[in-house]
């Protein structure tokens, strides 16, 4: 009889320590757990930006979780990249291969400074150093975003920052349905209001601006819906890409000065004095053209001194 309640204790103790021990083991897989977690974020979070993993963990733009919920994602990227023009290029056969379409991009060099050297006295050599850089936007699915951002970090040199958003538009989708439905309904009460009550002229007139009004709402409830619908279709992206500035020398011809194509003093005082000669030619043949005049000159100065003297002599 005392054996038996002597066992029970036993088992009873035996139980009891074996759930501490379950119990501390499982507390101590939770720590543990726990701290891997913690460990696990602290890494992510300290992910170096020099390389493009840093994208691949993308948590916002992921659909896994959505549930049924509405999200309209959007993501902002600003990163440096070996060459802008192949990364461009690259970037836009990615987006269209997931069935986006690039709606923006301004690929373009922007100069930071430009100098020239005269190296000698026919050549200059002109110095730019420049930076090549890409603002692009595209759309892509919603569901195709996750993919997109993870092909993109092939690209990606040195992260500046990768900003990722996911909006619940699910209350404010159904908020614009709900106002849809009112809008219809209300509208079509107004319609068969306005059908079956005489009226006059200028109340129906009333009524059908009142009507218009409402159609009007109806109209801009339903064009809201609808892009609110594409916003969760289809993710934005906006990416900001440059590369390391380069360098650009060039060695360049002068252009001659006038200076430099004038002839010599001897030659130009031989061509004055060829210039000086044929003014003087000219001057000779326009005596020569006016013999004419000369001539009747002489002849009434002849004259004059040969009669006009004795006729103003007085007669004695």
Known sequence: MKTLPTIGVALLLLTAAYSCKDGSHDE???VTSAESDATTESKTLALPVANGQALATSSAASTKNDNGRQ???????????????????????????????VTNTNLQS????????????????????????????????????DTVVKAI???VDYLDFRVIKAEDASLQMLSND????????????????????????????????DLLNKQENADNTVVENLATRDKVAFSTVTLALYEKEK???????????????????????????KTGWFILEGILAF??????????A???????????????????
């Open 247 to 273: 360098v650009k020398q060039e060695l360049v011809a002068n252009e001659k000065s006038v200076n430099a194509y004038r002839p010599h003093i001897g030659l130009q005082i031989w061509d004055s004095l």
């Open 28 to 30: 101590a897989a939770d």
């Open 178 to 209: 709900m106002a849809q439905a009112r809008n219809d309904a209300h509208k079509k009460r107004m319609e068969n209001a306005i059908d079956k009550q005489p009226r006059k002229l200028n109340d129906i007139r009333t009524s059908e601006n």
């Open 287 to 296: 005596v020569a053209k006016l013999w004419s005049l000369i001539l009747i």
């Open 110 to 145: 922007v100069i930071s400074e430009h100098n020239e050297t005269q190296v000698s006295p026919d050549s200059t050599l002109e110095t730019t150093k420049y930076t090549v850089e890409n603002s692009m936007t595209f759309r892509v699915p919603n569901r195709q975003l």
């Open 71 to 101: 999200f309209i994602r959007t993501a902002d990227l600003k990163f440096k990249v070996d060459d802008v023009a192949q990364s461009t290029y690259a970037i836009e056969s990615t987006v269209q291969k997931f069935g986006g379409i």
């Open 153 to 155: 970090a092939k690209q």
């Open 298 to 316: 002489l002849i009434g100065i002849f004259l004059f001194k040969k009669y006009g003297k004795k006729a103003a002599k007085p007669a004695i």
